[in-house]
């Protein structure tokens, strides 16, 4: 360090800060308003939860915490989000604990996040960016987004730079008094609203175009080693935790499940098998009787499986049922479910 | 760890602070130690076969150099006792020893290294002739163990023939092993230029890790800017090739030349700048390659560190060998003087292309793409006086520019049509590719819009164009022997990192998120 001068350093220090600072404006400007934030506010804003959600987009649009606590008269989180694969929810999970002390951790489970890669990009930092600085965060950081391509960390405006056109728009929302509050007006969901808790609600509309079957047929061999191994972390620190853990897939529409038969009974298969194994308890609601809930594609607003806010209050109200017959120790499987 | 991820930058940040201020004992010790845990975050068990080369061939090394002292002994011990064919017979004992030890651990390492990258193709082909149903087997291919085993053997051979004396420190040669920056994608080092740097004082000098930085900013824009984006459409049309012919095939083509020398040489200015924020050079991989006016140029200025290689322990000493000069007696006694002298080269050539070929790839599109490279080398060798006498008959200025255009232009040609082996699904697939940019050719396709839905968009061929254009004048600046670095370097300290800065952002503001994990191509050998 004997070549060391002073003037040249300074300024290296003050290009880095300038370089900081353009950084954030940029992602000041692009990037919008999304509502992994709200949730986490949810999470982090002091109240006490006993059961949390954790999961995809199915979880999100199809379990409504707040008719779940209606049955159960409990105090309920849904933390299910769309892209949200197995190592964010096992952060997330870590999240949650250092905030709150759940009894129940509910698990949302779509095969499809098991068998395929998160998209590189901006959804791979989605979560992280929005946690609060927190051991979970830390350890986020040095779990996942270490091993991203660099500018997930030091330059995610990148991911929106053609969003442009919204500068002007991100700058209201953010500058606005509703973005500050954590007010989920702030937040655009097309035909639709924040329900609350991390739920959203879909309108239901007459005659939709529902789309085309896209779902991701399940093959064993597809499953990854990562997906496995941080479901395992999951059942791990549940267990040091003493949590409880329970897994669940959200019901698909049976004209969905008609047409990928064999692909859905192998993943009830490999999944129930799997829990067992863990001794996990596994509600696969491919499988709930029609009398109990109605998969008719009425309450869908695509083929993958998206309820709408009516068939997610009917799915809720039945979810909360079986929490609380569990929860009192008479839940019997045969009446909600069948092998068929 | 990949060079692009956020887990490199951090590493290389924290061992570059600690380096300098460690004393000179320490640096390298320090350099040894990032440069296993470097390789250690990519498992434990593909780390063993990286001590297992360094140990056999340090071994070796130092019972080379012992086999020469003990003979030095013997002679010495009997001087004046012995006859010539006495101290004959000794020599020839020695020599066949160390030759023994050289081939051993020669088959020992290239053995691990054939066996872990090639048992899959050899049961393949296997499979094919015998009609049997042998299974591949799951090796576990650790990082960069080409780059690694070249480098070593390499210096074993050095030894071998006294070009220098064997490391006596593990711990040092385990630095030239293992060095870090250079580990995953070369460029393969040579001991006498490499291992001495490690050992210098080196001393923080801000405008060296300025000058390091300003490569990898570089490196990073021609792979994130241009490779990644130009693979989108590369990937598009080479895997689904039988929807495509002519116009698109050769956008494609053209955009692998673009996508494999910026993701190579993009990756080379990033490893080299690491290193010079260690102040430790490392050899030129790179040099204006599209620039070259044959084939054979091409090759000393692409990879140059694997032609060198293959230049200096396949080539010479199969060119040289007794068996070659024999056969090119044979050929010149009945083909005359030049095929005489030049088909033993050719044949050498033949054999460093082959290996080429095998060393990209267990496929035989890479064997292709190897031959293919040596065919046009050595008839353009065995043509030479044809084309000499061509040359004098029409009167063609070979020196003078729109000759020398000619001949760039031509061997991008024979470059990009090797390129459809290299890029191509399989040996077939090459094949067909290249019959269907001939029979679906038409100019058509540059106007109806097929190019815009090949995966990029009209702004992404902007970009595509323009980065090339950057490329090409840094490039032609370079090959008339002006050094963008230097002249940046000599700017004043704001218009510098004014420029950097705008590198900088631009990686994020035009870069393509690249459709595949893994990072740099190189970095898979």
């Known amino acids: ?340 | 760890m990949s060079f692009i991820s956020m887990e490199f930058l951090l590493f290389l940040f924290i061992a570059v602070v600690v380096y300098y201020l460690l004393p000179q004992k320490g640096q390298w010790i320090w350099l040894l130690i990032c440069s296993y845990l470097f390789y250690l975050s990519s498992g434990i068990k593909v780390t063993l076969f990286l001590v297992v080369t360094t140990i056999s061939t340090f071994g070796v090394g130092l019972l080379l150099e012992q086999e020469d002292f003990r003979l030095k002994q013997i002679l010495k011990q009997k001087n004046g006792n012995l006859t010539a064919e006495e101290k004959k017979m000794y020599k020839d004992k020695s020599k066949c020893r160390k030759k023994w030890l050289l081939a051993g651990a020669l088959v020992f390492n290239f053995g691990i290294l054939a066996v872990l990258k090639y048992w899959n193709f050899a049961i393949d082909n296997w499979n094919i002739l015998f009609h049997t149903e042998y299974n591949h087997v799951n090796f576990l291919l650790p990082l960069g163990i080409s780059f690694y085993t070249f480098q070593s053997m390499g210096y074993l051979i050095d030894v071998y023939r006294k070009k220098y004396v064997p490391e006596h420190n593990l711990f040092r040669f385990a630095l030239f092993v293992s060095y870090f920056p250079q580990l995953l994608q070369g460029p393969i080092g040579r001991f006498d230029r490499l291992s001495h740097q490690f050992f210098e004082k080196h001393t923080f000098e801000l405008m060296r890790i300025e000058r390091g930085l300003q490569l990898m900013l570089w490196g990073f824009f021609k792979k994130m800017v241009l490779a990644d984006r130009a693979a989108v459409l590369v990937n598009q049309v080479f895997q689904n090739y039988e929807e495509y012919s002519g116009i698109a095939i050769i956008a494609a083509v053209l955009g692998y030349s673009l996508q494999l020398y910026a993701d190579f040489s993009g990756g080379m200015d990033v490893v080299m700048g690491a290193s010079e924020c260690f102040h430790i050079k490392l050899d030129q991989n790179f040099k204006q390659p599209y620039f070259a006016v044959s084939i054979s140029d091409f090759w000393h200025r692409w990879h140059i560190t694997l032609g060198t290689w293959m230049k200096d322990y396949v080539f010479y000493p199969l060119s040289l060998s007794k068996g070659m000069n024999r056969f090119g007696k044979f050929t010149k006694k009945y083909f005359g003087k030049h095929v005489g002298r030049v088909l033993p080269v050719c044949i050498s050539n033949l054999v460093i292309f082959f290996l080429v070929g095998v060393w990209h790839g267990a496929a035989w599109k890479f064997i292709a793409y190897g031959l293919y490279n040596g065919i046009i080398i050595a008839f353009s060798n065995l043509a030479a006086p044809l084309y000499q006498k061509a040359i004098a008959f029409f009167h063609i200025p070979v020196k003078s520019k729109p000759w020398v255009v000619f001949q760039i232009v031509r061997t991008f040609l024979l470059v990009n049509i090797g390129w459809y082996f290299d890029m191509g699904i399989s040996f077939s697939a090459a094949l067909v590719m290249m019959r269907q940019t001939l029979t679906g050719f038409s100019l058509s396709a540059l106007t109806d819009g097929s190019l815009f839905v090949l995966g990029l968009s009209v702004s992404d061929y902007a970009v595509l164009l323009l980065g090339s254009a950057v490329i090409f004048f840094v490039s032609l600046l370079k090959e008339h022997k002006i050094s963008v670095r230097e002249s940046i370097s000599k700017k004043p300290l704001v218009i510098r990192w004014a420029l950097y800065g705008i590198l900088m952002f631009s990686i994020p503001l035009l870069g393509q998120v690249a459709v595949v994990q893994g990072g740099f191509i190189y970095a898979q050998f």
Request: include cysteine; charged fraction near 25%; aromatic fraction near 16%.
């Open chain 1, 1 to 340: 360090m004997r070549n060391f001068k002073r003037k040249p350093v300074i300024l290296a220090i003050v290009f880095v800060i300038l370089c900081i600072a353009v950084t954030a404006i940029l992602n000041y400007i692009l990037i919008p308003s999304n509502v992994v934030r709200i949730n986490l506010h949810y999470l982090t804003n002091g109240e006490k939860y006993d059961t949390v959600f954790l999961g995809t987009s199915h979880g999100q649009y199809g379990i409504d915490p707040q008719t779940v606590d209606s049955v159960t008269g409990e105090n309920s989180l849904n933390l299910c989000m769309a892209d949200e694969y197995l190592d964010d929810t096992y952060y997330l999970l870590k999240l949650v604990c250092e905030t709150n002390q759940p009894d129940k951790i509910i698990y949302e489970l779509d095969p499809s996040y098991w068998m395929l890669s998160q998209h590189e990009g901006a959804t791979q930092i989605f979560f992280y960016k929005e946690f609060p600085f927190s051991m979970a965060k830390l350890e986020y950081f040095f779990g996942k987004i270490m091993e991203l391509d660099f500018r997930s960390t030091l330059a995610p405006w990148g991911y929106y730079r053609n969003e442009y056109k919204n500068i002007g728009k991100n700058v209201t929302v953010k500058m606005s008094e509703a973005y500050k509050t954590y007010d989920p007006s702030v937040l655009e969901i097309d035909a639709g609203h924040y329900g609350g808790k991390g739920f959203i609600y879909r309108d239901r509309i007459e005659g939709e175009d529902k789309g085309e079957f896209n779902n991701v047929p399940f093959d064993r061999a597809a499953i990854q080693e990562k997906a496995v191994s941080y479901f395992e972390k999951i059942v791990t620190y549940c267990e040091n935790k003493g949590i409880e853990l329970i897994v669940i897939t959200t019901p698909v529409p049976e004209e969905t499940t008609s047409a990928f038969a064999d692909s859905y009974e192998n993943a009830h298969q490999y999944f129930q098998e799997w829990m067992d194994a863990y001794g996990l308890t596994y509600l696969d609601f491919n499988h709930v009787r029609s009398e109990v809930l109605s998969r008719s594609m009425e309450g869908y607003w695509d083929y993958d499986g998206h309820m709408d806010g009516i068939r997610a209050e009917e799915f809720s109200k039945v979810l909360g049922t079986i929490i609380e017959k569990m929860n009192d120790g008479n839940f019997e499987y045969e009446e909600y479910f069948s092998e068929e």
